[in-house]
């Protein structure tokens, strides 16, 4: 009689472990903590880089930032997560980002403004891969004033 109920026990267990079901891109996990992702998760981001008359730019510098706490001085800073530039075509992905806090893109290029771009992820930032889209580069003209070449 115990066998058949220490086997009884285990097979229930073990159907009970086996029943969760996998978690998949895009949709939250169950259990998530409100306001954020638990530790060790991580995030796409991706998206295109165009000028303002929508054609796309190339070698553009994306740097993933990331805000968190100085433990020294006890204020917010940015922490340099990863960096690259955009292709041929103004695309950009970064992968495995880890979804532990604030996240922001620093989006720069000669004779353009800066972009700063917050990414938002979880509850509100819509699942574990995030498209961008298009973000568009404004141009930054100035100009010279007086120049003087001599040979």
């Known amino acids: 009689m ?4 220490f086997l009884l026990t285990t097979i229930l267990f073990s159907i009970g472990v086996f ?8 949709k939250m996990p169950a259990g998530m903590p409100p306001g954020g992702m638990p530790g060790g998760m991580t995030g ?3 998206g295109k880089i165009v000028d303002s008359e929508g054609k796309p ?3 553009v510098s994306v740097l993933l930032m990331k805000t968190s706490r100085d433990s020294v001085s006890k204020k917010s800073k940015d922490v340099l997560v990863s960096g ?3 292709k041929a075509n103004g695309d950009f992905n970064f992968s495995d980002i880890p979804l532990s806090g604030p996240i ?3 989006i720069s290029s000669l004779e353009f403004s800066p972009v700063d771009q917050p990414v938002m992820f979880g509850m509100g930032g819509g699942g574990l891969s995030k498209d961008l889209g298009n973000i568009t580069l ?5 100009q010279l ?7």
């Not at 115990?2 to 109920?5: D, E, P, T, Y």
């Not at 029943?19 to 895009?26: C, T």
């Not at 404004?138 to 100035?142: A, H, Q």
């Not at 004033?145 to 040979?151: G, S, Y």
């Open 104 to 106: 922001k893109l620093k």
């Open 19 to 26: 029943a969760q079901a996998p978690a998949q891109p895009g």
């Open 57 to 59: 730019l190339s070698d």
């Open 138 to 142: 404004k141009r930054d003209i100035k």
């Open 84 to 86: 690259l530039t955009t």
């Open 2 to 5: 115990k066998r058949l109920l």
């Open 44 to 46: 796409q981001v991706y």
């Open 145 to 151: 004033a007086n120049v003087t070449v001599t040979a």
